[in-house]
């Protein structure tokens, strides 16, 4: 499949075809959604979860579903009935053609005193690719290339790196790097790159690989 890098946390995956969309969040591109067959959607926080960007691309094609937790899909199914699914940790289902399973409960801890909001991650083809949303989510099945939330309010580099070498996945690129300077990029990337104990790469928005 080709995998191509928007802008934070959101991903474009083209296979057949067919066009899979995870996390088209208020931080990516206004069009980061359209032209998708299926959009998966890992929790409510504005970041991942754009409302504006979601209802443009499921009138921008008709036939466009979405997979998403209770939260987001309460949100939406009123509109599109019929159309957006509710999943949860365990579930199995194809999108688009992807085979998907979900995996986790709860995003990260951002703070004790802060509530914490429902959180899935997305296995996608049997190992092919995971998006883990914001938790350092490990699949029970071996994963090729994993998707590592490099920067985020809840997370700091030791972490991110013993969750890759966790994981173990073939290659790693980075999402949820929005808020990274251009200054830090090289800093991030040296030390993910020395100690993560895979192949890791950055995909500048736009960019795409094969995987």
Aim: net charge negative; glycine share 8%.
């Amino acid at each position: 499949m080709k995998l191509t890098k928007k802008s934070h946390a959101c991903v474009r995956l083209d296979k057949e075809g067919r066009t899979l969309v995870i996390d088209p969040g208020a931080f990516s591109e206004q069009d980061a959604a359209l032209g998708a067959d299926a959009i998966l959607i890992t929790h409510e926080h504005p970041d991942h979860f754009d409302e504006f960007r979601l209802r443009a691309a499921m009138e921008d094609n008709p036939a466009a579903e979405i997979w998403t937790l209770k939260s987001v899909a309460e949100r939406l199914s009123a509109a599109f009935p019929g159309r957006v699914h509710t999943v949860g940790h365990g579930d199995t289902f194809t999108a688009a053609g992807f085979d998907v399973r979900v995996h986790g409960e709860l995003h990260a801890v951002i703070h004790p005193d802060l509530p914490r909001v429902t959180n899935v991650g997305y296995l996608i083809d049997d190992g092919a690719l995971f998006h883990p949303g914001d938790a350092l989510t490990v699949p029970d099945q071996p994963v090729r290339t994993l998707l590592v939330p490099v920067m985020a309010p809840w997370n700091k580099i030791s972490e991110v790196i013993d969750y890759v070498r966790e994981v173990a996945p073939r290659r790693a690129y980075d999402v949820h790097d929005a808020l990274l300077t251009d200054l830090a990029l090289p800093i991030y990337e040296g030390h993910l790159g020395r100690l993560g104990g895979t192949d890791h790469q950055r995909l500048a928005p736009g960019a795409a690989a094969e995987v």
